[in-house]
């Protein structure tokens, strides 16, 4: 079992950028699969991001593709979702998710594959 915990999420501007962390506890976070899906207010939960154990491979969402990034750092066992270029509709709670997957290179995009969930990091992108 891996805990999540996000971070870095607030306010931004329409065109700005914001960096969100997961950071994790537990000794298998080095063979999950981690996930960042989002949901805005009156929206159902939407994939993200997914970025596999070593961080070899790594799938976006074709809404954000261009203006995101994911990546990860396994000594700091955490991982990163850059957000650039920020639209008003990129507003809503951002959630970080394991799977533990070790050695594979799959990657997710449903949710109920993931096992672990953190809380979740507000971002509001103003117009």
């Known amino acids: 079992q891996v805990q999540v915990v996000e971070s870095g999420g607030g306010l931004a501007q329409t065109g700005g950028s914001l960096r969100l962390s997961c950071a994790a506890s537990?000794?298998?976070?080095?063979?999950?699969?981690i996930g960042w899906f989002r949901q805005a207010p009156g929206k159902d939960r939407e994939f993200v991001a997914a970025i596999d154990w070593n961080g070899g491979s790594t799938y976006l969402a074709d809404s954000v593709k261009g203006r995101y990034s994911i990546a990860r750092d396994n000594a700091k066992i955490t991982v990163y979702l850059q957000m650039n270029s920020l639209k008003p509709e990129d507003t809503a709670v951002y959630y970080c998710a394991a799977r533990y997957s070790p050695g594979s290179s799959n990657l997710f995009v449903q949710e109920y594959l993931y096992n672990d969930w953190g809380q979740g990091t507000q971002v509001t992108v103003s117009s």
């Open positions: 537990g000794r298998t976070f080095s063979s999950c699969v």
